[in-house]
T-cell receptor
Framework: GNSVTQMEGPVTLSEEAFLTINCTYT??????LFWYVQYPGEGLQLLLK?????DKGSNKGFEATYRKETTSFHLEKGSVQVSDSAVYFC???????????FGDGTTLTVKP | EPEVTQTPSHQVTQMGQEVILRCVPI?????FYWYRQILGQKVEFLVS????????KSEIFDDQFSVERPDGSNFTLKIRSTKLEDSAMYFC???????????FGQGTRLTVV
């Protein structure tokens, strides 16, 4: 079956530090990959996506590249802000199945 | 921007009571989903719904759960007899196709006491 493994948290960084949150997956076929963000007390928001190998998703300074050879979709940001503090979820969807499979989530705290 | 809306945002219910969680998916979407997130844990798939029937469900989605699209716009999740362990955030989601991104609502926090 499908599975997503995320880097364990929590992660605490200082403002303007570089962020990497690792995500690897197991899936049959060629899934689409997503990062969702959940701010405190809020729902899930799509942050970025990639639908095929070597695609790079980007949004709000965050980037992730779909690496089929390493089955990875690591999230990166060059300079984090306090407002980036949230829980980040990596997820996948297979082309022949509607449901999403989520990782455990990684809590990021950015300190001023 | 179109969005998925869920009501209520927070519901408190007594154990054994029935609850109905409501969702209005994005209007041109055809695929609908419910997920739950127990506090501090991962987001878990419950059920997917397409063409007025369940297309897939997880082992969590037992006989106590049911879904319905009663009027072409709302999508509901009913829990017949709530248990303490049903306390969680419930997310509704929709997508226009099976393999495109799902858009999530803000969630309903269900507390069973």
């Amino acid at each position: 079956g499908n599975s997503v493994t995320q880097m364990e948290g929590p992660v605490t960084l200082s403002e303007e530090a570089f962020l990497t949150i690792n995500c690897t997956y197991t899936a049959t076929g060629y899934p689409s990959l997503f990062w969702y963000v959940q701010y405190p007390g809020e729902g899930l928001q799509l942050l970025l996506k990639a639908t095929k190998a070597d695609d790079k998703g980007s949004n709000k300074g965050f980037e992730a590249t779909y690496r089929k050879e390493t089955t990875s979709f690591h999230l990166e940001k060059g300079s984090v802000q306090v407002s980036d503090s949230a829980v980040y979820f990596c997820a996948l969807r297979n082309t022949n199945a509607g449901k999403s499979t989520f990782g455990d989530g990684t809590t990021l705290t950015v300190k001023p | 921007e179109p969005e998925v809306t869920q009501t209520p945002s927070h519901q408190v219910t007594q154990m054994g009571q029935e609850v109905i969680l409501r969702c209005v998916p994005i209007s041109n979407h055809l695929y609908f989903y419910w997920y739950r997130q127990i506090l501090g844990q991962k987001v878990e798939f419950l059920v997917s719904f397409y063409n007025n029937e369940i297309s897939e469900k997880s082992e969590i989605f037992d006989d106590q759960f049911s879904v319905e699209r009663p009027d072409g716009s709302n999508f509901t999740l009913k829990i017949r007899s709530t248990k303490l362990e049903d306390s969680a955030m419930y997310f509704c989601a929709s997508s226009d196709e099976m393999n495109t991104e799902a858009f999530f609502g803000q969630g309903t926090r269900l507390t069973v006491v």
